[in-house]
């Protein structure tokens, strides 16, 4: 392969292909950087700019006479040419360099209105859910002084029942009493006390709430006549879908669960459990908002609090209390484990869990 080699500077031009070599000592000097050179069919074509506007009289210099000048002036023009060389790739390192530190900055620039902007998105997704958060509790709010109202009412209208009852009871033992001429035989009469269903001594015990437990709970697990001829007897009853719920659960099947237990609850929407065990489906697949609420319904059909739901209780608080936990609505969360505590203050795991979430609040985890 043959080799062109040209080689210009600002008053040297050479050129050398194999056995053609040829070269010209510039009388005045020109602009190497801007002069060209055109190589084809089998010439040169040197396009020349003057460093100096001006006519020439003569291309050449006069030291072509002179062997020990032309030489001094090649050697120069190596110099010369090698020189400007270094300070080419030392003028590129810079210009590089620069390049390198400005892409560095747009990109750190870049970087940083990302890492704003997802900043910006989470801080209005926390807004969003605390307004969500404040609306459910606002409406809890409402629906428990609705709730208290509506039982003092009933309290008072059973109130008003028992005493008319007794006020009858009482004008007719007087007028069987007038009614009465004659003594009745003295005898004895057997008293048979039925069993209690709780476990407290009377005398210790809320009769009324426990009465009023077990009342719902008969209504609770009462089944709800479905007239509906696509649905097997299964899918009609909600004690059966809850066990099916279970097993989905178990599988690791959370939306089939959540369908199962929402169909149970479009039956009897009166079963804490169908609730609190949806609550934990959601959890697992951090549905948080839909979590809080399934627990405070499931708390809400726990009432009225007794020794018997106990357990149920403690387990909605405890779900509910995570999802705060994982909403970082730490103190919504404290209260929930500290209530669940109270149920069950021997549970070491809800001791642990407690004192991890009060050191998060305080700033010491």
């Known amino acids: 392969m043959k080799i062109l080699d040209i080689f210009i500077t600002d008053d040297y031009l050479k050129v050398n292909y194999t056995q053609f070599f040829f070269e010209c000592f510039l009388r005045n000097k020109i602009d190497h950087k801007k002069s060209l050179a055109h190589v084809g069919n089998g010439e040169v074509i040197f396009q020349l700019y003057k460093e ?27 110099e010369k040419a090698q020189k400007e060389a270094e300070e080419d790739k030392k003028q590129n390192e810079e210009t590089r360099r620069k390049n390198e530190k400005y892409a560095l900055k ?33 409406e809890q ?12 009412k009933e309290q008072k209208v059973i109130k008003e029942t028992a005493l008319k009852k007794e006020k009858l009871t009482t004008q007719k033992k007087k007028t069987d009493l007038l009614a009465t001429f004659t003594l009745r035989p003295v005898g004895n009469i057997d ?100 979590c809080i609420k399934d627990c405070s ?14 357990t149920s209780r403690c387990r909605a608080l405890v779900r509910r209390g995570t999802a705060f936990c994982e909403m970082e609505l730490y ?29 998060m609040i305080q700033g010491t985890s």
């Open 52 to 78: 100096t506007p001006g006519l020439w009289n003569k291309l050449e210099s006069e030291i072509i006479e002179d062997k020990n000048a032309m030489n001094l002036k090649r050697r120069e023009a190596i």
């Open 141 to 152: 709010q409402k629906l428990a002084e609705k709730a208290k109202h509506k039982i003092i």
């Open 191 to 290: 008293v048979n006390f039925t069993p209690r269903v709780f476990p407290t001594p009377f005398r210790e015990s809320q009769a009324h709430e426990e009465e009023e437990w077990l009342r719902k709970q008969a209504e609770a697990r009462r089944i709800s006549e479905v007239f509906d001829e696509d649905l097997n007897e299964e899918e009609k009853n909600p004690d059966l879908l809850q066990n099916k719920g279970n097993n989905f659960f178990n599988a690791g099947n959370y939306p089939a669960a959540i369908n199962v237990y929402s169909h149970a609850i479009k039956l009897n929407n009166n079963i804490p459990a169908l609730y609190s065990n949806r609550a934990a489906c959601h959890l697992k697949m951090r549905n948080f908002m839909k």
């Open 331 to 359: 103190v919504e969360g404290l209260q929930d484990y500290d209530a669940a505590l109270k149920l069950d203050p021997n549970n070491k795991q809800l001791q642990k869990d407690a004192e991890n979430i009060r050191n």
């Open 106 to 138: 747009k990109i750190m620039k870049h970087e940083e209105e990302e890492k704003e902007r997802i900043q910006k998105i989470k801080d209005q997704e926390r807004q969003k859910a605390m307004a969500e958060l404040q609306k459910w509790k606002e």
């Open 297 to 310: 319904t499931a708390l809400d059909l726990l009432h009225p609090c007794v020794p018997q739901n106990a």
